[in-house]
C-alpha cells in the first residue's frame, strides 16, 4: 500500500534549483513524481490531486502573424477569382 504522506514529505529535491529559474521554485524530487497524475477521459494533468493549469493560446505577435496570414490569403484568393472571372487580365 502506498505511503502518500510519506511521499509528500519528500515531494521536493533537496538541492537549489538553477539560479535562472523563477523565485520560489523547485525542483521535484523522484519521489514526487508519483504526485503527478493524468484524467484519462480529459487528459488534465494533476500535481497531489489538484488540476494544473495549462493554456492554449497565441502570444501577441502570432495572433498579428495569423491575422496578416488571413487577410493575405483573402486577398489572393480575391485576385484568383478575379483572374479566373476575367475582370483581371494581369
Known amino acids: 500500500m502506498t505511503d502518500w504522506d510519506e511521499i509528500r514529505k519528500?515531494?521536493?529535491?533537496?538541492?537549489a534549483p538553477p539560479p535562472e529559474?523563477?523565485?520560489?521554485?523547485?525542483?521535484?524530487?523522484?519521489?514526487?513524481?508519483?504526485?503527478l497524475g493524468v484524467n484519462p477521459k480529459t487528459n488534465k494533468l494533476y500535481w497531489d490531486g489538484q488540476e494544473l493549469a495549462t493554456e492554449k493560446r497565441l502570444a501577441?505577435?502570432?495572433r498579428r502573424m495569423a491575422l496578416a496570414v488571413t487577410i493575405a490569403t483573402v486577398?489572393?484568393?480575391?485576385?484568383?477569382?478575379g483572374r479566373a472571372a476575367g475582370l483581371i487580365t494581369h
Do not use: D, H, Q
Open 10 to 15: 519528500y515531494r521536493y529535491t533537496k538541492g
Open 21 to 35: 529559474w523563477p523565485e520560489g521554485v523547485r525542483a521535484i524530487s523522484l519521489e514526487g513524481v508519483t504526485l
Open 60 to 62: 501577441n505577435f502570432e
Open 75 to 81: 486577398v489572393m484568393a480575391g485576385i484568383e477569382i
